[in-house]
Structure formats: C-alpha cells, structure tokens
C-alpha cells in the first residue's frame, strides 16, 4: 500500500513547492462530503488548492471505498511534493494536529511527538496515533467518510536496538545488524534483556572489563546508561566476592526497577525464562535482597505442581532424582506443605532484613518449576553464606512429632567438607526453634541423598519445622503465633551460628 502511494498520483504531478506553512485553524471548506475532505487536506497538508486531475483522483479512491480518509492523508505525507518540503518536525506534527484532529497542538502534546520523532517514530505512527481519536472520527463522520486507520511502524525497537548499539558497542548501528535484532526481538520468545546479554556478554565487550569492579562498572553503563552509585557498586562486588556470577549480577541489573523504566519506554520486556540463566534443566530467577550481613539463601520447599523430570542428586554423579514429587498435605487442615513452607519462608526473610541480613529467596510465588539443583545454583549464583530448606515433615505413624535437620555428612562425595558446618547450622536451628515452640527436639538426620544439599556450595540444611501428619503440630504450625516461634528461632539459631 504504501509503495503505491509512493508512485500515486502526485509522482506525475507539477511540483509545487510548499513553503513554511503558518497553519491557521481549520481551513473551512464550504464544500460537502469527500471532496471537502479532499480539498481540506489539500490545503492544511499542501498549502495549496487541489489541483483538478489530484483532487479527482483521491475522490474516485474515497469513493470507491479504496481507500479510507487515514490512508488518503498517508499519501499526502508521503508524496513527493510533501517530502520534497522537508519540513521541520514541530510544523509537521502541528499540520497532523490540524487535519487529523482539527485544531492547533497543546504544547504538551506537541512536545511529546516531537520526543517520539526523535526516538525514530515516522509519519505514519503520528497517522496511526491520531486515527483512532474522537477528534478524527468526528472530522470523518462530518464529511461523511470512512476514518480508518493505517499501520504504525515498530520505531521503539528500533529505538531499543540502536540504544543497546550506542551504549555497548559505542557507535551507531549498521542497517543490517539493526534489522537482525530488531527480527531477534520480533521473535516469538526472544525478549529485551536476552538481546541486551547477546551485547552485553559478546567476547570483546567482556575484553573491556577484565575485574570484577570494571564489570559492575561496565553494567552500569550498558545497561542503565550512567555511572556507578559507590553504594550500589560496593554491594554488587562483595556478592560477586563470595561467588556471585555475572549472569546473576546482569539478570538482577535488568531487573531493576531503573532499567524496567527504561523498557517501558520502549514498550519492552524481560523473559521470565531467560536462555542465559538455564542450567540445563531449569532456569531460576530467586529473588535477591541486599543488606549488610550475611546473605542468607531460604529455599520454601516444592511447587505447586509436580515436577517428575530427574537430575543428578550430586555434582557429576549418575544417580538420577526426581525434581518435585511434591509435599505432604496437613493431616487435619489439608493445608499443601508448599503452601505452609512459603508462609513461614516470607516471614523469615521479613525478620532477617530487619535483623540486617542479606537474602535471597529461591521463590516467593507457588506457581514456579524448580528443582533442587536450581535451587542450590541459585544460592551458589549468589555467593549465599548459608542455605535453609524450609519443609514440613510426613510419617506414616501420625504420632511423631518434632523438629528436625537434615544435613550431610563428612563422608558425603560433593559437600563432605562442609558438612560439619551444615551440622553446626542445623544444631543451631533445631535447638532454637524447640526452645521457643516447645516442639521434641529431633535433633539432626543425617542423609547423603539430598540432591539440594548435595549440590549446594555453602553450609545448607533441609529444615523440617514439625509434623504435618500429625495432628497437633499440622495445627500447631498453621497458628501465627506458633508460625512466628518458629521464625524467631530460626533467627536466634542464624544469629547463634554467625556469632552475632
Ligand atoms: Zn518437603
């Protein structure tokens, strides 16, 4: 469509030379119905009056219903006699106030096309932006013609593509490279941040920032456009201090609320499933709260759905586990253990920030697919101090009650020489808890078949709070009271094993 209009009617026309076009308001056209309508634009997009052999011309289209009253004033913009004007952009969005919305611009207005023409938008997202109004709809209707619409163009990508050049590469985009990302994100699962990674992590951007410092540094940069803030920059190198990988630096920068502005702007997202963070299996987001202390990972355990896929239960190892075969359920309130697991973790996670921990929580919803390597990596992408597994416990016999650990031992192939310290960690916890719920204190379980603890890089126990098969503590544990006694001794026993 366009392309024709490109070769229409005014190609063969006298060129007439617009001059700069003091729009007064509405060019009152005494004459009724489509050749008003043509006339009108003639003179509020030409200046000038229609020339017969044009004017009869964009008649017959309108008449025979070829074209609508939007497409007409899209070949107006787009002859040769418009273009060869060149106007200035301010007068070009005032003359589509006038014709599409049949009064001069407010300032406001104006100053936001004019960003938008900045950002690359073209003629025909002004035609596009203005079709729809009741401005225009009232014009068309008066003259008795069909409003329509035309398609606006994909500029803001374009937009996005040419920032990402400009701020990473350093220079503007080469038309074909532009095209092919601007396909990239065209394509059905390819997101913003993903293309972002793809310039951001290219070998000779990462050649720039060898340290760790000069990374976070680079970021700040590529990502949000500005300097380093010293507080910001200090936090992200002591994470990436205790092992935090750039992936997970990147994907909490493209996740900022800074950088989420700035996707706004450009009618963009970010994948909640990014390519960049896929351990083979899963891929796992956490959600990361900085502080001054220790950084404390708090996985609730399960899902709200099963997961029956299998992954190694150790680093390198052959034996096969399943992700999730899901929780137990409250023998009396029927309350899922994912569910109890969640409430409790977001309690813990509220205490530990007020107690001026860091954390990080490998889930905060219950519609998420993790599986227990994910849950390790993450705390292991973090750099996290320790990791707490929070479960319920399930017997067969609804009489055992009590909490207890379950950790590793020195023996264990993959983490054997932190074990001791994930037992100190699950002895600290129990007895703190048992103090203040009044649970038995079943003290530590030893198991080497855990695949989360066995994948996790730091002291890390699977923390059974009590008995959901049993009667008074699935009551017990849904009580805030009692859910409160047991997050304060979680914390008392977290304080007890930092020394702090
Ligand atoms: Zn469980």
């Not at 229409?8 to 617009?18: D, E, G, H, K």
């Not at 320790?386 to 609804?398: A, E, Q, T, Y």
């Not at 078949?449 to 009590?466: Q, R």
Request: charged content about 25%; hydrophobic content about 40%.
């Amino acid at each position: 469509m366009r392309d024709f209009f490109r070769k229409s009617a005014f190609a063969i026309l006298a060129v007439s030379v617009v001059g700069s076009m003091a729009i007064a308001a509405e060019a009152e056209s005494n004459d009724e119905g489509i050749k008003g309508f043509v006339d009108r634009a003639y003179s509020l997009i030409l200046g000038r009056e229609a020339d017969p052999y044009g004017e009869d011309y964009w008649i017959g289209r309108l008449e025979d219903k070829e074209i609508t009253a939007a497409e007409m004033i899209h070949g107006f913009v787009y002859s040769d006699e418009f273009i060869a004007a060149d106007l200035p952009d301010n007068e070009k969005v005032e003359i589509m106030y006038n014709v599409m919305l049949g009064r001069s611009s407010d300032i406001s207005g104006r100053e936001h096309w004019m960003d938008l023409l900045d950002m690359g938008a073209q003629m025909d997202d002004i035609i596009a932006g203005f079709a729809g109004s009741q401005e225009f709809l009232g014009i068309c209707s008066e003259y008795e013609i069909t409003a329509g619409t035309v398609e606006g163009t994909d500029y803001k990508t374009g937009a996005f593509v040419e920032r990402c050049y400009e701020l990473v590469l350093g220079r503007t985009s080469d038309l074909a490279g532009k095209q092919n990302w601007i396909d990239y994100l065209h394509t059905d699962g390819n997101y913003a941040d993903e293309l972002l990674y793809g310039f951001v992590f290219s070998p000779e951007n990462l050649a720039k920032a060898p340290s760790n410092a000069e990374f976070i540094e680079l970021l700040y940069n590529n990502c949000l456009g500005r300097s380093s803030d010293e507080a910001g920059k200090a936090d992200w190198l002591s994470r990436m201090e205790k092992g935090m990988t750039r992936e997970r630096v990147f994907v909490n920068f493209v996740r900022s609320d800074e950088f989420t502005a700035i996707l706004r702007e450009y009618d963009l997202g970010v994948d909640s499933d990014p390519f960049y963070l896929e351990n083979g299996i899963h891929t796992g987001l956490g959600i990361y709260y900085p502080g001054e202390g220790p950084l404390v990972c708090i996985d609730p355990g399960h899902q709200m759905r099963p997961d029956f896929t299998t992954e190694p239960n150790g680093p390198g190892s052959s034996v096969m586990k399943i992700l999730d075969p899901g929780g137990t359920a409250g023998v009396v309130t029927h309350i899922s253990e994912y569910s109890l697991n969640l409430d409790v973790s977001l309690k813990l996670r509220d205490e530990l920030l007020d107690a001026g921990y860091s954390v990080l929580m490998t889930r905060e919803t219950h519609d998420v697919s993790l599986g227990n390597v994910m849950r390790a990596s993450l705390a292991n992408d973090y750099g996290a101090d320790i990791m707490i597994r929070i479960h319920g416990n399930s017997l067969d016999n609804s009489s055992y009650r009590g909490t207890l650990a379950v950790v590793t031992t020195t023996g264990n192939a993959f983490v054997g020489g932190i074990s001791p310290e994930s037992q100190r960690l699950g002895t600290c916890l129990v007895n703190n808890m048992c103090a203040l719920t009044g649970f038995p204190n079943r003290g530590l379980l030893f198991d080497d078949t855990m695949t989360g603890n066995n994948w996790a890089k730091m002291p890390c126990v699977l923390l059974e709070m009590g008995f959901m098969s049993n009667p008074t503590e699935d009551r017990a544990m849904q009580d805030p009271a009692v859910q409160a006694q047991l997050v304060a001794g979680m914390v008392n026993g977290i304080n007890e094993y930092f020394g702090r």
